[in-house]
């Protein structure tokens, strides 16, 4: 059974130990009025490729990406298997999981699979809909003009329809992602993946030419900034430092005239921009003109081509559409640009690419071209978006005859209620400088500015003066009027900067996309939302989180509205948005910061350099000689079969056994670079294969099987190196006395000031908190019961004069099994004094059990040893777990009792290190 969830108004429904860059093993799913369950496995998608692509994806990941290029394989071990140093706050940084499956599921479709149309695809991962109405087979027809549609069942709108494909042999992916999930992070992977992959493969499938198209100049502005100058590909870690210096892409935006050079170009640019229709053809206005021609231009020096022809005189191109919904309206001929390129370039378009939160067309049916789902109800789990909240605050009927003299008074309880929210989460805010802003969305311009007005003669009392309202006019399609643009842009760039005065914005309609900031906390809906706004569009203006707020990353979008809002709640439950509504305002988090009372608390903890440093060069001086063998000789002769069982899928009740030897072996080339690769990745290696190789090989011909082969295409050899327990055994001892070689071991020496926790900077925390004495902080932070109960312990020690729980403020690196180098961050630091003399404890507390936990303990012990030589207190160390700290708690009074419990109980299984 699955477990139930209750939703409680003093805490948000979270997965426990849920982490972003992880995948997800289990998703919520409503199941009852304020009652969740929790489910396991993978959240089902309604896409039509999406579920059974994901599996695909999967086993190929599980088996190391066979069938990749090397680089490809080079860069998923190092974006996703290395750690990484923080970017934002004190955490290490990941891709989210979302990303990786992203960029995962392209190169599988066109390395692996190297499928040219996208009807390949549709035959062998669509969805069959069994259990319809409908027959869920699926109908590609082609009519006279060469265009295809696609006759499917569509579960979205739960009937039967037709869509179109693309061209033949136009290969065309959407990626569906969340608002906020980081659709700009997979462009920019994409970009590094096949500009690398034609530099160092020399791959003539792969784009080094990038084309990524915004839908307005409001989108084009928000991806400029974030790819000028190659800012992305800088700040975050997109490239392997040894690859760095040939990394040689330039960056093209608006107003770059220059010519374009015959590769390695990334052109970003807004719709607009590519109209084809943008070079007027030349008509002479009179007799004279005709006669004498076309005037000499104003400036020679200006290339006459528009963007268009400019990317049309390219070799390869891969395009990338931002909020790719629109590109079927009509107005911004996106597809007919697009299509003009496909049909100019050799070869046409290498791929194109569609990224868009509601990738719809505008029969709101999903295309059928999604690989990639990740919905909103996902994100939110994930906690890499806000939590939506739907605030109902005022129990009356909606209002009626509404007009712009009477707006304020109709809904004048509304516009109270939100900005009283708004100030509970302005002072929740500001104490560690971050300032929520109130959405509000209006029916109409002249209901806009009659608000505006109210809240600037009533905004003193909650902190707002009239000059930090922005109100923006948009047209009936949500469009920014022109008067209106220039102001938004400006707002857009800095309003989430605490120098940023506006507080109020409000609109008509939603804002369209683009104007994404993230410190919007309240949205406040006072119209009808009709079928073409999306509910997603509704709350996507502010579905950012806020970065340096919290390091469990829960934040909350409250979103109220009238009575006729609640379309939203019931839309955004079919997309498996688990939207907690509330008669009562949700709990806001808690700020957890240390306080000057309770400095007596304070404790120093000695900062120290890194201890592990990479040395690649060390791989060739490696003696494979001196490794162990895995296996006897007898090994090789042994016979392999394999056992299949058929079952009925649905009583599981079998029917037949066969026994089968494979027919195809791999070569023994193609075998050792699989292991190879696998090494790099578990060892975390990078950009060393072509040293490894021959380390590998070497071992498997001379000590592998206690015996000298000559030859690593021996067939009898090559049986034995497809069999995954000897894959496994061979990758897990390469990867750990490799991964032991090539890394120096530094002396622990004491680096810079030490770690004061009292001046750790304040942060938001919404996961479980109590209240302790003997600690700097205001609240100790906790991701558990455990936690909780162990700080309550060491909170009521008699001979405890001070402690905290680190959330991440103490870092320290260890060498894993596998032989990569990662980071270590402990649960508490506590001072025990017992008769004058102190001794400080670094405490791990443990409920499960890692591979890595005795590396973990090794290297804290020494951590402790060498500080304790270098400063003038004594550390230790202390490992609990948890089970059998439940047999004792009751009894333990001070953490002398606890050592001295350990020592007369060693079955106990407590350390002290």
Known sequence: MPKTWVQYNKELPYLEDRQPWEIPTCYMRKSGPNAYEVVEGRRPSRMFLVNKLRKAVDRWRAAGYPGATPTSRELLTYWFDQSHPPVFGSEPFHFYFCQREAIETLIYLYEVRQFTDLEEVIDEFHEEYRGTLFSGEYEISEAMDGKRTLKRYFPELQQEGEQELPEKDLLRYAIKMATGSGKTMVMALVVVWSYFNRLREGSRRHADNFLIVAPNVIVYERLAKDFADGKIFHEFPFIPPAWKSRWKLNIKLRGDESPLAPGGNLVVNNIHQLYESRQKTWEPKNIIQAILGQDVPKDPARPPQTLLERLKELDNLLVMNDEAHHVHDDELKWNESLLSLHNSIPGGLKMWLDFSATPKTPNNTYYPWIIVDYPLAQAVEDRIVKVPLIVHTVNKSDPEKITGDNVVQKYGAWITAALKRWKEHFDAYQGIGKKPILFLMAEKNAYADRIAEAIARRGKKYGIEKDEILVIHTDSTGEIRKSDLKKLRDTARDVDSPDNKIKVIVSVLMLREGWDVQNVTIVLGLRAFDSPILPEQAIGRGLRLMRDVSPDRTQTLEVIGNNRFEKIVKELETEGVGVNTTKTPPPLPVTIAPEKKRLQYDISIPQTDFSYVRVYRDIEAVDVSGLPSIFTSDKLSEDQIT??????????????????????????????????????????????????????????????????????????????????????????????????????????????????????????????????????FNFVACYNDFEAEFAEFLDRADDVEAFAALTNILRIDYLSVSGAIRHYLPDFVAVQNVDGKKTFWIIETKGREYPDLENKNRTIKRWCEAVSKQTVGEWKYLLVRQTHFNEIKGKLQSIYQLIAYISDNRSAQLKII
Not at 692 to 709: G, H, M, N, Q, S
């Open 643 to 776: 056992l299949l069982k058929m079952e009925v899928m649905n009583l599981g009740v079998e029917v037949h056994q066969v026994e089968i030897e494979s027919e195809y072996i791999e070569l023994g080339r193609e075998l050792v670079s699989y292991i190879t690769n696998q090494i790099m990745k578990r060892a975390g290696l990078t950009d060393c294969f072509h040293v490894l190789y021959p380390k590998v090989t070497e071992y498997i011909l001379t000590r592998c099987f206690e015996a000298t082969l000559t030859d690593i295409e021996n067939e009898e050899l090559r049986r034995k190196l497809k069999e995954l327990s000897i894959q496994e055994a061979i990758i897990d001892l390469l990867a750990r006395e490799i991964g032991k070689a090539t890394v120096h071991q530094k002396p622990i020496t004491i680096k810079g000031k030490p770690i004061k926790l009292s001046e750790t900077p304040r942060f938001l925390w919404r996961r479980k908190h109590i209240r302790c004495k003997k600690t700097v």
